[in-house]
């Protein structure tokens, strides 16, 4: 019997998303997959498994429901959830019991979060992948009445948690210089570096708009600039001065001039920013850039090992009785302050 995660109901911006696609810029497709890739780390960590694809989820949820247990984790934004009443805890493993309902609200920090279940789904994939691209019409927005196939999940560990992330406030983030840069000018770029910026409303998987506080940018020449191949991180300068960050369904060619490039373990942050939040960039040459990748990655390969036991509230546990609460063996009649008793 094929087991299924029932949706009863989804925001409007629910989509199943993996790491993407690679491969296939040269056929006019970017990678897509999901906006905080980190996240999906996260899952697979507190899941024990590799990485597979997630619910993700911009800004709020919906009600799900499984034809199984099943266990489940949520990671990215922390939003409001629940099992039936009962609270969960975010950035965590559950477990999902056949019938119960999942209800996930609207984001209380951050922007996206992720719903992962057991070792996956039984979905097919195309051209490599799970994702749903909605810039190149591959795959759908999730929405009610819909049913997605479950991989058998061997796996029991649930009730896990990782430390919460700080990415979900803005903050920080690194670039490097484009292959565009020095059209802008020194003085120009270092007025970027020293302007605080702040996330605008205007923003999807395409790309997100930062807000300057000042005057805009512009570069010399850059209405001649050619289109030319693009990546998720590139900054882009519109004609409106405003700096826009690529992200992972970004166009593969574009001819707006790119003042510099976000590192790619920093894109979780751009993707996070909740709106008016603020950010800050700092320059980073060549080597220190790497180097802060290679920091990035070393801690996705320690997640497993930060993954710590849940502590639970006993008046939510609706399996409290299978749970044992002593250890060792009582004898009634003994005395417990006296002597060594069995």
């Not at 950010?279 to 990035?296: F, G, P, S």
Request: glycine share 12%; charged share 15%.
């Amino acid at each position: 019997m094929t087991h299924a995660l029932i949706v009863h109901s989804a925001g409007p911006a629910v989509s199943l998303q993996d790491l993407g696609r690679t491969g296939t810029i040269a056929q006019g497709l970017t990678r897509g997959g999901a906006m905080d890739r980190l996240a999906l780390h996260e899952g697979a960590a507190l899941l024990e498994r590799p990485v597979t694809a997630a619910i993700e989820m911009v800004g709020f949820g919906g009600v799900f429901e499984t034809t199984q247990d099943t266990r489940i984790a949520l990671t990215g934004a922390p939003m409001q959830a629940h099992v039936d009443g009962a609270s969960l805890t975010w950035n965590a493993s559950h477990l999902l019991p056949v019938g119960a309902k999942l209800t996930i609200g609207g984001v209380t920090k951050g922007a996206i979060g992720y719903l992962h279940i057991g070792t996956g789904f039984d979905v097919p994939l195309v051209m490599g992948s799970q994702s749903a691209h909605l810039a190149a019409k591959l795959g759908t927005i999730l929405s009610a009445g819909d049913k997605i196939p479950l991989r058998p999940d061997p796996g029991i560990r649930t009730g896990w948690h990782l430390p919460t992330s700080d990415r979900m406030d803005g903050g920080a983030i690194h670039i490097t210089r484009s292959i565009q840069t020095d059209i802008f000018g020194e003085n120009t770029l270092e007025r970027f570096l020293q302007t605080s910026f702040s996330r605008d409303a205007r923003a999807n998987r395409q790309g997100i708009r930062l807000t300057p506080d000042g005057e805009g940018f512009a570069a010399a020449g850059g209405l001649s600039v050619v289109s030319e191949i693009i990546a998720p991180g590139d900054i882009q300068i519109t004609g409106d001065g405003a700096p826009y960050v690529l992200m992972c369904e970004s166009q593969t060619t574009g001819g707006y001039p790119r003042i510099a490039t976000v590192i790619p373990s920093d894109l979780p942050r751009v993707a996070q920013a909740p709106l008016n939040a603020p950010i800050n960039i700092t320059l980073l040459d060549r080597a220190d850039a790497i180097a802060l990748e290679q920091r990035a990655r070393a801690h996705i390969k320690a997640l497993p090992s930060l993954c710590q036991p849940l502590v639970r509230d006993p008046a939510q546990m609706q399996d409290l009785l299978s749970h044992t609460l002593i250890s060792g063996v009582i004898n009634a009649h003994a005395n417990p302050f006296e002597g060594d008793h069995p």
